[in-house]
């Protein structure tokens, strides 16, 4: 029989499905034997004394759904402001077409138009849970707010006519609507429907007028009588325009064009605003002329003359007041011979002026009045002002106007973010911790009322475990929100730039930076929420390890320089007498010093930069406040005129006392308690006898001018350089092999081995005569002073004539602000490779520095090097620095098995490179707690090498019952507390969390993802137990083992904006979703998961969206989620007394219903708008974001697990048909072999 694999049929349905598919050991990963060199393939699914059936893994698909929680931060790019004022909400619309409601601290709604059109106008239906909002593609949608998720319950699409400003008047169901070519509409809000009544440009208007008015400006009925509508039209024209007898009851006419009017609360008067900077005062008495004409930053001219016009004054308010004179409020309106000065808000009260100077443009503002009625004393008592970058409220009721203290979040964009971290269910006393010290830095002089925009209700929910998001900044500050119960307030900030001294602008010194702007942008961030170690890297080449103290402390900061700088030789033909076999080390100075003037000084102005630093650090004492003070800085330096390549991995460990960062050239570990260097080695040195790949160096080139431009750190693409490295083409090969024997001198780099604080010649590896450095690892603490290393003359020789004269050694860096950059696309006709050519398809940046920068990246694809192999061997830009620098793309500090078959568990530290290879650093660490001060650790790669496919992006380790392992740490303690006791106790160290007993068991699992695929190895046989092939034409962003549901998973993140999650240690998919794709650098920079099936990501350069992947989250968000409406009753309207009701109007008896209905007005011609119902009255929807597309995830996994099933069913069958039948068989044979005997022959 033959056999069929429901399994594969599946397989081959959703083949199309990114998420790729999971297979057994066959794959192409394995493991390396310590100092073997020879590599085999894992261990098969299967495979024998592999403790893979110990297990029970809880989570199934059924635990995951993805669904946005809440987003959070300034709206990004807002164009509209409204404001209701008797729920005391605000909704702010964008030119993304985005809505943010806001209320009280707590109530925070995002919600969004479909279209994407930008929002013009909006407006509340005051305390009737609704809002009407107009969008640029001439549509008006209403929103219900009666639900914890608004949804539209009807849009109006006008087909002819463009929307240009709508208003709807208190306590009325009837929609003004005015439009581009001078005509008001009117819109039935209960329906939709447009009414009959049309108040058209030609009636409005003088027939004697020849020209057009322009586009309808404003609209606003008469507070005296509803039954009187005012329309404002650019061109200066102002028409009262009686609605029952239809007809205009009074016109005026101005010069200059109208930008906003606003009636005095009598309806007697209004007020304009011009583009000449003018207010107009207008008396419905006489309107054949202003009342009054006021230019309030005008000049005025000595001979009488008007006075100068000034910019156009873009909005007024005219508020009245019982006790005291009219509030008259106004944007723009400034002198134009005050250029530079800032956008202003200018409140005049009485005589006095006050000018309110505004740190961005001014979009819109609003002033709260205590009424919602338009005919009585507003009494103003704040102004809402709504800027480009910031949202301010001023108080009004204090002579000085302070303004009130912002409880919203949407200061993150402050600085541009640069990175991002997030930690769930973190120790509940760090919340408290750094909110108070965080709490001494806080402004002062804002108004002591409270916060005005307080409607709505917010609860804490049933979710209410810790959470922290920490956000990197490009000024180098650092910000620590609590992000508990899906809100997010600011607990404390950090400046980590306070740790260097300022570069002097206009000394005329050569500076070493390496970015002009931003140098102290945050790359990096690395946080032990139990030990309080916070450490950053930034794009300055630095790494700075901070220890969290609650007392204040003078003191220096300690700094250390690290040569970290790793090249292969070029292949020159030099001539015999300038190059020795093997120089003696002494014989090497002569030549170097007349090259390059000195080794480890600053080289004078136009001379090579050497030994030095991209930042001075500060060389006095510095005053460092109560909280994270800077405990080591660790600089990188120019080394042979080429500047430090950035960090791209960073790791901290409390309980060893180590931080360990690399880069594309090689691996710095640094002891941060004795302050001393203990490894800097190439990528390449550490693979030791075990490196897979036969290197070979570099074609020659002539000039090396283009690789310093490249090492230049440009822009915001170079902030997240774990990202660089991904974001590349999109599939990862092994280099190609030499087919010609290399000598060992030029196969060797250059060792990054001449560090400040570790002595070490760069001779060929095996030349190295330090003996301070066995097998890579220091074995002097006490080496901070020892010379830098000393290098071959050919190569200084090379170096000094790659750089043409006058050629500058790097690019200019652009700013770190450019924050909303898309990925550019390749336009190259040809691709490097398979990974170049789907990235093109992803519309996604191959490289962030330069077009040729393909150092360590740029490897061609398996067939592409079988096609193109003589041609990769010439000097053209593909093929230079293609395997001379492999990058370290992660680090993980563990107690595991650094050798195959080892008895016992010892730190170790797990690197992974850009090529997908895995090397096991073994840590020595003295025995005792008072040896650990004195005496060095001693760090060594073990010679372990793991294989997978594509760059390395995380590891994890679990115990044999499969629970996760968290690293060593030590428990906090205050370095500087004054009590004598606190200062006595000894370090106290958590080795192991999983269990009580603190018993490893015999044998661990680690979990490696690399970009491409994850796997799961048994320690210490290292064999392969569990592959999954995550993607085949992508590649992963993100990946990070979390915790679900007291169990954990694999949560990734791919660059085709699929999330997937996959259960530990089997790599079994249980979700897999379409949700967001990567369309820009800044979601691949941020994005980021955490425990409890949380994650988040910069949704634009304002805003954080946070999202779940929990099916129990999504089940109980609407519950977390405030509520937008709550009952308020409508305050009442004043007594207006026997002669203001005799005397001031009719409007109380307007009857809009019967003016504008169908019966009176007729129906609007149905091609000028369309009706588009909605679906906002759905309240039981849940997670509509992702609630279909997670179900049809369910399904499809369902089915692949069934499918799964039906296999091994299948192959239960095939095996018992198969002995059947050998049983027949034999049965068969028995019977022919006995049939003719007789019973006596038995």
């Known amino acids: 029989m033959k056999k069929f694999n429901f399994r594969k049929v599946l397989d081959g349905l959703t083949a199309s499905s990114p998420g790729g598919s999971s297979g057994g050991g066959s794959s192409s990963g394995g493991g390396i034997g310590a100092g073997s060199g020879s590599m085999h393939p894992g261990g098969t699914t299967g495979a024998a004394g592999t403790p893979r059936d110990e297990i029970q893994e809880i989570l199934s698909s059924d635990y995951f759904q993805i669904c946005k929680t809440v987003r959070h931060g300034f709206p990004y790019l807002p164009t509209a402001l409204a404001f209701d004022p008797v729920q005391k909400i605000l909704a702010v619309g964008t030119r993304t077409g985005a809505i943010r409601i806001l209320g009280r601290p707590g109530v925070d709604c995002y919600c969004q138009h479909e279209s994407g059109a930008a929002v013009l106008q909006l407006q509340f239906l005051i305390n009737e849970g609704a809002l009407v909002s107009a969008s640029a593609d001439d549509t008006l949608h209403l929103w219900n707010l009666r639900q914890k998720r608004p949804a539209i319950l009807h849009s109006l699409k006008f087909n002819r006519e463009r929307i240009t400003y709508c208003h709807l008047p208190f306590q009325s169901k009837w929609l003004y609507v005015g439009t581009e070519r001078g005509n008001t509409h009117i819109v039935n809000i209960e329906s939709f429907i447009l009414s009959g009544y049309v108040i058209m440009w030609n009636k409005a208007i003088e027939l004697s007028t020849k020209t057009h008015p322009g586009p309808v400006v404003h609209l606003s009925d008469s507070p005296r009588d509803e039954g009187k509508l005012l329309i404002g039209y650019e061109n200066g024209t102002v028409v009262l325009w009686d609605l029952r007898s239809k007809r205009a009851d009074l016109r005026v006419y101005y010069d200059e064009a109208i930008h906003s009017v606003d009636w005095h609360h009598e309806g007697k008067q209004f007020m304009c605003s011009h583009s000449d900077g003018s207010l107009t005062l207008w008396n419905l008495k006489s309107p054949s002329r202003p009342f009054q004409i006021t230019i309030p930053h005008g000049k005025i001219q000595r001979d009488g003359k008007k006075p100068e016009s000034c910019k156009p004054i873009l909005k007024v308010e005219y508020k009245t007041c019982k006790s005291s004179e009219p509030f008259i409020i106004f944007s723009g309106g400034l002198s134009y011979d005050k250029a530079c000065r800032r956008p202003s808000l200018t409140i005049m009260h009485g005589k006095a002026i006050t000018v309110l100077e505004m740190d961005h443009p001014i979009v819109d503002f609003l002033t709260l009045c205590e009424t919602p009625y338009p005919n009585e004393f507003q009494e103003p008592y704040a102004v809402v002002v709504l800027l480009e970058k910031d949202l301010i409220v001023v108080d009004l009721t204090q002579s000085n106007f302070p303004i009130f203290e912002n409880p919203y979040p949407i200061d993150i964009h402050e600085s541009p973010v640069t990175c991002t971290e997030y930690f769930a269910d973190c120790p509940p006393d760090l919340i408290p911790v750094l909110y108070s010290v965080g709490a001494k830095h806080k402004k002062q002089g804002y108004s002591n ?338 010379s830098s290393g000393k290098r071959l003359p050919n190569a200084d020789v090379t170096k000094s004539n790659r750089r043409g004269p006058g050629r500058p050694p790097f690019r200019k860096a652009q700013s770190a602000a450019c924050m909303e950059i898309s990925l550019p696309v390749t336009t190259e006709v040809g691709y490097i490779s398979r990974r170049a050519m789907l990235q093109q398809l992803h519309g996604v940046s191959t490289f962030s520095h330069d077009e040729r920068h393909y150092a360590a990246y740029a490897w061609m694809d398996k067939e592409n090097r079988e096609n193109t192999f003589s041609r990769s061997r010439s000097s053209s830009v593909s093929s230079i620095d293609k395997e001379s620098k492999e990058a370290i793309t992660a680090l993980y500090f563990m107690e595991t098995f650094s050798r195959k078959n080892d008895s016992t568990v010892s730190p170790c530290l797990w690197a992974g490179t850009g090529l997908g290879m895995v090397l096991i650093i073994s840590l020595n660490l003295p025995a005792t707690e008072e040896l650990r001060q004195t005496e060095p650790v001693m760090v060594s790669p073990s010679g372990t090498v793991l294989m997978l496919k594509g760059a390395v992006l995380t590891f994890s380790c679990l115990d044999c019952m499969g629970a996760l392992i968290h690293p060593p740490y030590e428990v906090w303690r205050d370095p500087n507390s004054m009590d004598d006791s606190e200062k006595m106790r000894k370090r106290k160290l958590v080795m192991y969390s999983p269990s009580s007993s603190g018993d490893m068991g015999d044998h661990q699992f680690a979990v490696i993802c690399s970009e491409k695929q994850a796997k799961v190895f048994s320690l210490p046989s290292q064999a392969c137990l569990y592959v999954h092939n995550i993607t085949e034409t992508s590649f992963l962003l993100r990946a990070d083992v979390v915790t679900l549901c007291n169990s954990i998973c694999l949560a990734c993140f791919c660059a085709n904006g699929h999330i997937m999650a996959m259960s530990l240690p089997s790599l079994r998919p249980m ?27 910069l949704s634009s350069p304002t805003e954080i969206q946070r999202l779940t992947y929990s099916q129990e989250m999504c089940d109980n968000l609407q519950d977390m989620l405030g509520d937008l409406f709550t009952p308020v009753e409508t305050p009442e309207a004043q007594n207006r007394g026997f002669l203001k009701g005799l005397f001031g109007g009719s409007g109380q008896t307007f009857d809009r219903e019967e003016l504008f209905g169908e019966a009176s007005a007729g129906k609007a011609s149905r091609s000028l708008a369309q009706h588009i119902p909605g679906s906002g009255g759905i309240e039981g929807m849940k997670g509509a974001a992702g609630g279909v597309i997670g179900d049809l995830a369910r399904a499809r996994l369902a089915l692949d697990e069934r499918g799964q099933r039906l296999g091994e069913l299948d192959e239960k069958t095939a095996s018992m048909m198969a002995s059947a039948e050998a049983f027949s068989k034999h049965a068969h044979e028995l019977m022919l072999k006995y049939k003719d005997k007789k019973w006596y022959q038995f």
């Open 1071 to 1097: 979700l897999d979703v379409n949700y967001l794709p990567v369309t820009d650098m800044r979601i691949a920079r941020t994005f980021c998961f955490t425990n409890e099936g949380q994650a988040l990501y």
């Open 449 to 786: 009322k409270e916060w005005p925009i307080s409607g709505g209700a917010w609860n804490l929910g049933t979710q209410t475990y810790p959470e922290i998001i920490i956000t990197g900044h490009a000024d180098g500050s650092i910000k620590f929100w609590d992000a508990s119960a899906i809100t997010l307030q600011m607990l404390y900030k950090l400046k980590t730039s306070k740790v260097f001294e300022k570069q002097k602008l206009g000394e005329g010194k050569p500076t070493a930076e390496i970015v002009e702007e931003d140098p102290f942008a945050i790359q990096m961030m690395y946080w032990c929420p139990e030990s309080r170690i916070f450490c950053v890297a930034g794009v300055s080449a630095y790494v700075i390890v901070y220890r969290f103290s609650k007392h204040e402390v003078n003191t220096e900061i300690v700094s250390l320089e690290v040569r970290l700088q790793y090249d292969v030789e070029d292949i020159i033909t030099p001539e015999p007498e300038i190059i020795p076999p093997f120089p003696d080390a002494s014989s090497q100075l002569p030549s170097l010093r007349s090259l390059s003037g000195s080794t480890n000084t600053v080289a004078c102005e136009g001379m090579m930069k050497d030994s030095i630093p991209c930042l001075s650090v500060k060389t006095r004492p510095v005053r460092m406040p109560p909280g994270y003070q800077a405990e080591l800085v660790i600089q990188l330096v120019w080394v042979d005129g080429e500047p430090p390549q950035q960090i791209t991995s960073l790791a901290v460990n409390s309980a060893y006392g180590l931080v360990a960062f690399g880069n594309c050239n090689g691996l710095a570990v640094v002891d941060f308690m004795q302050k001393t260097v203990l490894l800097s080695m190439g990528t390449i040195d550490l693979y030791g006898s075990s490196d897979p790949y036969q290197r070979q160096p570099r074609s020659p080139r002539k000039n090396k001018q283009f690789t310093a431009d490249n090492f230049c750190m440009r822009g915001l693409s170079n902030f997240y350089p774990d990202l660089t490295k991904r974001i590349r083409t999109s599939y990862q090969s092994l280099t190609e092999l030499t087919d010609s024997p290399v000598s060992l001198e030029l196969e060797r780099c250059k060792s990054p081995t001449s560090v400040k604080g570790s002595r070490k010649l760069s001779l060929p590896t095996d030349l190295k005569t330090d003996l301070d450095h066995v097998n890579g690892h220091c074995t002097s603490p006490t080496s901070q002073t020892c």
